[in-house]
Antibody, heavy 116, light 107 residues
């Protein structure tokens, strides 16, 4: 199983960013994709993902209204779009997946820099 | 939401020492607790799930215990390659909250 993410992005405050996560070695319908971010020098922060138990996509309250996570099963690619970017959104964004609700596999991370 | 609190935030120990990291949930989560290891500049790696089950390929010097709200990660004999930040994470229900991390260094 491999997760390959899109390249680094530089965005201005107020803009949106869309990060992709191409999966190989399995099909998206089998596992759920989650997104985790890590600000420079900080810890891991769960943003949201698909819960296989409930069959629903769930977003962390902090990001509700600003984040949209989608999956294209025809290309086995997941996407995370974050809008109304601010400087505090500068971070490394990871996609992750695995068995049930665990994160066995991680993408390499996509650095998103928000700067005017 | 349930909060996850780790202690200590950082520690420094000698090679061969026994190291213990604690993770406390603000409410009971049964045993839906995972531990991740993140080495400097690397992607996080799943070490332990279900509070005490070692992920395949993880050295046996790592162990986890606990249930309900209190959990521990133990490294029985610290090795240089164990220098990393360790995170606990709850996964009983959303949100899948991480602890703030514990940085482990070699003295």
């Amino acid at each position: 199983v491999q997760l390959v993410q899109s390249g680094a992005e530089v965005k201005k405050p107020g803009a949106s960013v869309k990060v992709s996560c191409k999966v190989s070695g399995y099909t998206l319908t089998k596992f759920s994709i989650h997104w985790v971010r890590q600000a420079p020098g900080k810890g891991l922060e769960w943003m949201g993902g698909f819960d296989p138990e409930d069959g629903e996509r769930i977003y962390a309250q902090k990001f509700q209204g600003r984040v949209t996570m989608t999956e294209d099963t025809s290309t086995d690619t997941a996407y995370m779009e974050l809008s109304s970017l601010r400087s505090e959104d500068t971070a490394l964004y990871y996609c992750a997946t695995g068995s049930w609700r665990l994160f066995d596999y991680w993408g390499q991370g996509t650095l998103v820099t928000v700067s005017s | 939401d349930i909060q996850m609190t780790q202690s200590p935030s950082s520690l420094s120990a000698s090679v061969g020492d026994r190291v213990t990291i604690t993770c406390r949930a603000s409410q009971g989560i049964i045993n839906y607790l995972a531990w991740y290891q993140q080495k400097p500049g690397k992607v996080p790696k799943l070490l332990i799930y279900a509070a005490s089950t070692l992920q395949s390929g993880v050295p046996s010097r790592f162990s986890g215990s606990g249930s309900g709200a209190d959990f521990t990660l133990t490294i029985s004999s610290l090795q240089p390659e164990d220098v990393a930040t360790y995170y606990c994470q709850k996964y009983n229900s959303a949100p899948w909250t991480f602890g703030q991390g514990t940085k482990v260094e070699i003295k």
